[in-house]
């Protein structure tokens, strides 16, 4: 089968707040796949995870092809907020997609 597969590790390479993130990407499809991308901070000044937070932007999980979540994990208590999008038709396989969200300081879109 001919796939590709990517992982983009920016840790010590930069530290963003606030902003417009976009990523474009194919997705794969198969049950079992759970691709993601995802954003966490350099340094865990509250704690380890979930305390310093985690920003989910994309997260695809294989047995619903056509569904994406994004979600905000942070605590203590592990405490989240999450949403989800759905395509009319067809499934995040069959194209490439643009995922995106915009960060303002008290709100994530």
Do not use: C
């Not at 983009?8 to 796949?33: C, M, N, T, V």
């Not at 901070?41 to 979930?50: K, N, R, V």
């Not at 047995?63 to 009319?88: A, M, Q």
């Amino acid at each position: 089968m001919n796939y590709t597969s990517a992982r983009i590790r920016s840790i010590h390479q930069g530290d963003w707040r606030y902003g417009h993130f976009e990523i474009r990407a194919k997705l794969p499809k198969g049950q079992g796949l759970w691709p993601a991308i995802w954003m966490m901070p350099t340094d865990a000044l509250y704690g380890g995870w979930p305390a310093s937070g985690e920003i989910d932007i994309m997260e695809l999980v294989g047995h619903e092809p056509d569904v994406i979540f994004g979600t905000i994990h942070y605590g203590p208590p592990h405490t989240y907020t999450n949403g989800y999008y759905t395509l009319y038709s067809g499934d995040f396989s069959d194209d490439f997609n643009t995922f995106a969200i915009e960060w303002e300081n008290g709100e994530i879109r």
